[in-house]
């Protein structure tokens, strides 16, 4: 599928890589199908929407940045996205650059849970307190790194 992008491209999108959410992102309910692809900088990836150009999410996997990363979503809330099992889920986060040289954070409180098999997603909300919607990429990986 031919995808056009907020930067203004058209990206060649396998359908293996459209995603559906039934009830759209946290203030973007209107918007359910997206298109993810690489970026060029991995290994974060663009989630654009096909409904508006001009909606795109930078994303990446959360276990990248926190070894000890963990979600505990109600089953009812899976179901909706016909999640049956662990090994059916797949996670993402959503990045915030922001303007004013203020950390690059990724939303570890509001994941996306993806089922692999149907490509179904939905954000949901941690009620755990130990992960936050700014959670400091740079300085995660510098402390991961000094364990190491």
Do not use: R
């Amino acid at each position: 599928m031919d995808v056009k992008t907020k930067q203004g491209k058209t990206v060649k999108v396998d359908d293996a890589h459209i995603f559906s959410f039934p009830e759209g992102l946290f203030g973007f309910e209107l918007y359910h199908n997206y298109a993810v692809y690489e970026s060029e900088y991995s290994p974060f990836m663009w989630m654009q929407s096909i409904d508006d150009q001009n909606l795109a999410f930078l994303i990446v996997d959360p276990f990248l940045i926190a070894d000890d990363y963990e979600l505990d979503v109600d089953d009812k809330s899976l179901a909706k996205i016909g999640i049956k099992s662990p090994a059916d889920v797949y996670v993402m986060s959503i990045v915030t650059i922001p303007q004013d040289n203020t950390p690059v954070t990724a939303n570890l409180q509001g994941p996306i849970v993806i089922n692999k098999n149907t490509n179904q997603c939905l954000q949901v909300i941690l009620n755990s307190t130990k992960w936050t919607t700014k959670h400091d990429i740079v300085k995660a990986l510098k402390e991961k790194e000094s364990v190491c």
